[in-house]
């Protein structure tokens, strides 16, 4: 049973436009979300987070939204440069509790 | 920011012998570490959770005699795959969680690949 999914495999866009990457979960326990980058042969590494009593946080170029009645997370990214082309993994957990990944997003960003 | 380091980065090593990878969280105390196996093109798969002086948590599934986790500091984990065969060739990861009171956000190591022949 996948608790946290990411229904696209794959996502391409321009340089200069914006990229969304989306995410949903099932657990209603959650309390925690994250967003991973993640480049092959390397560990991910750690983008931006929500805690569930908030519905946006925003970190330079990269803003999370959450939408807790949904039960739907996403990630933007304005704007989009070559070098963020990468997999995006989304991530939740219970806070102090192991994190559920998904599947991952793979973002490429062409000129 | 928060660094994970693992060691060693990659390694070759004959169907049968042992292999001991490090995590280390450089700049923070980890009272939680993590042990991820990710196979090409997957999701990460959590292996086990070890707190700092007690015994790791093992997922399902997962053979905690042949993955040995130690986490004896809060600086340090290591993990050794035992009499390691070709099948347990992968890409093994780790992460840190810093103390109580501090983020929830576990960083990442860079990891590890490993080759059974």
């Known amino acids: 049973d996948q608790q946290v999914k990411q229904n696209s495999p794959s996502l391409s866009v321009q340089e200069g436009r914006i990229s969304i990457l989306n995410c949903d979960y099932t657990n209603s326990m959650f309390d925690y979300f994250l967003w991973y980058k993640k480049y092959p042969a390397e560990g991910p590494t750690f983008l931006i987070s929500?805690?569930?009593?908030?519905d946006k946080n925003e970190d330079g170029r990269f803003t999370v939204f959450l939408n807790k009645s949904a039960k739907h997370l996403s990630l933007h990214i304005v704007p989009s440069q070559p070098g963020d082309s990468a997999v995006y993994f989304c991530?939740?957990?219970?806070?102090?509790?192991?994190?559920?990944f998904g599947t991952g997003t793979r973002l490429q960003v062409f000129p | 920011g928060a660094v994970v380091s693992q060691h060693p980065s990659w390694v070759i090593c004959k169907s049968g012998t042992s292999v001991k990878i490090e995590c280390r969280s450089l700049d923070f105390q980890a009272t939680t570490m993590f042990w991820y196996r990710q196979f090409p093109k997957q999701s990460l798969m959590l292996m086990a959770t070890s707190n700092e002086g007690s015994k790791a948590t093992y997922e399902q599934g997962v053979e905690k005699d042949k993955f040995l986790i130690n986490h004896a500091s809060l600086t340090l984990s290591t993990l050794t795959v035992t009499s390691a065969h070709p099948e347990d060739s992968s890409f093994y990861i780790c992460s840190a969680r810093g103390v109580a009171g501090a983020t929830d956000t576990q960083y990442f190591g860079p990891g590890t690949r490993l080759t059974v022949l």
């Open positions: 991530a939740a957990s219970p806070i102090g509790d192991k994190l559920i």
């Open positions: 929500i805690s569930s009593i908030k």
